[in-house]
């Protein structure tokens, strides 16, 4: 009997199946590639790099800054002769703000949900806003042809044995992987015979103040507010523009938003209006338009 808590155990990434070692497949070559140079990629990250650095290195050699992170075990049986295409190797992620992040063949070995959504959250959030990222899955066809009738049942898929060690592998249909990929713009799912390969787009996120509390939001609303001034303003301003940290900048869904968390409008940019004033008059201690445009903030 398989003792569950060896692969309960696994930190992040198990061992993949892959039939390739150092040459990308057709999909990285052909659609993958032109994609990243054509938006203008250029630090990327691949999160399960394995121990070939297959994709790592190709993209290196076109040119890409890439950072290769890995299970330590992994790391330190990497060709030295390989290492040197890429920026760094190592078994943690040390960078934010990536262009792009690949995460091939790397959830379907992960013998948990709670271990799959923790290496999904991890590598998203180093991803920039609007940057990418290349998620690669095995379909249900390939668990069906491949993997079932050679594998023992664990979980949610199988365990496939690989010497003296075993190799958890799950399959995915087109709405689990759409799914997991909800949070995000999905630019292309191609599928091919054994799997699902997927290019998607980070959301870019807002703060925004919302009944005394900041929310993320994918939408800016309709007004950018300075927060240690207490002033709001339209989100093009000039003025807030060049003057305000990026860090001071909240945003507002509405015009009553912004006045009940006392903030005052900008008199660079004018706002409101009096037909706007009449909506938010009794929120405000000032009686006139142009009172409100003088309130002097701390």
């Given at each position: 009997?398989?003792?569950?808590?060896?692969?309960?155990?696994?930190?992040?990434?198990?061992?993949?199946?892959?039939?390739?070692?150092?040459?990308?497949?057709?999909?990285?070559?052909?659609?993958?590639?032109?994609?990243?140079?054509?938006?203008?990629?250029?630090?990327?990250?691949?999160?399960?790099?394995?121990?070939?650095?297959?994709?790592?290195?190709?993209?290196?050699?076109?040119?890409?800054?890439?950072?290769?992170?890995?299970?330590?075990?992994?790391?330190?049986?990497?060709?030295?002769?390989?290492?040197?295409?890429?920026?760094?190797?190592?078994?943690?992620?040390?960078?934010?703000?990536?262009?792009?992040?690949?995460?091939?063949?790397?959830?379907?070995?992960?013998?948990?949900?709670?271990?799959?959504?923790?290496?999904?959250?991890?590598?998203?959030?180093?991803?920039?806003?609007?940057?990418?990222?290349?998620?690669?899955?095995?379909?249900?066809?390939?668990?069906k042809h491949c993997v079932e009738h050679q594998g023992t049942p664990y979980n949610d898929g199988f365990l496939m044995?690989?010497?003296?060690?075993?190799?958890?592998?799950?399959?995915?249909?087109?709405?689990?992987?759409?799914?997991?990929?909800?949070?995000?713009?999905?630019?292309?799912?191609?599928?091919?015979?054994?799997?699902?390969?997927?290019?998607?787009?980070?959301?870019?996120?807002?703060?925004?103040?919302?009944?005394?509390?900041?929310?993320?939001?994918?939408?800016?609303?309709?007004?950018?507010?300075?927060?240690?001034?207490?002033?709001?303003?339209?989100?093009?301003?000039?003025?807030?523009?060049?003057?305000?940290?990026?860090?001071?900048?909240?945003?507002?869904?509405?015009?009553?938003?912004?006045?009940?968390?006392?903030?005052?409008?900008?008199?660079?940019?004018?706002?409101?209006?009096?037909?706007?004033?009449?909506?938010?008059?009794?929120?405000?201690?000032?009686?006139?338009?142009?009172?409100?445009?003088?309130?002097?903030?701390?």
């Amino acid at each position: 009997m398989l003792a569950k808590g060896r692969y309960m155990d696994l930190e992040q990434i198990a061992y993949p199946l892959t039939s390739c070692k150092t040459k990308p497949n057709k999909i990285m070559r052909e659609r993958i590639l032109p994609f990243l140079q054509e938006h203008d990629v250029k630090r990327v990250l691949d999160y399960g790099c394995g121990r070939y650095l297959r994709d790592s290195a190709f993209l290196a050699e076109n040119g890409f800054t890439v950072d290769a992170v890995d299970l330590e075990e992994q790391v330190e049986n990497i060709d030295s002769e390989r290492v040197r295409f890429v920026k760094s190797v190592s078994s943690s992620i040390n960078e934010s703000n990536y262009d792009a992040a690949l995460l091939n063949f790397v959830l379907q070995v992960l013998p948990t949900e709670e271990q799959r959504q923790k290496v999904l959250s991890k590598v998203c959030a180093v991803i920039k806003p609007d940057g990418y990222l290349v998620l690669s899955l095995r379909n249900q066809r390939d668990m069906k042809h491949c993997v079932e009738h050679q594998g023992t049942p664990y979980n949610d898929g199988f365990l496939m044995r690989r010497g003296k060690q075993y190799t958890f592998v799950r399959g995915y249909e087109r709405e689990e992987v759409e799914a997991i990929l909800s949070k995000m713009d999905i630019v292309e799912i191609i599928r091919t015979c054994d799997s699902f390969i997927t290019i998607s787009q980070k959301t870019k996120l807002y703060s925004i103040l919302k009944g005394g509390r900041a929310i993320q939001s994918p939408m800016p609303g309709e007004y950018a507010g300075n927060s240690p001034r207490k002033i709001f303003g339209r989100l093009d301003c000039g003025t807030g523009k060049r003057l305000m940290k990026p860090e001071n900048r909240v945003f507002f869904h509405t015009l009553e938003d912004a006045v009940t968390q006392g903030y005052r409008p900008c008199n660079n940019c004018k706002p409101i209006n009096e037909q706007d004033f009449e909506k938010i008059r009794d929120l405000i201690p000032e009686q006139t338009l142009e009172e409100f445009y003088k309130r002097r903030t701390k």
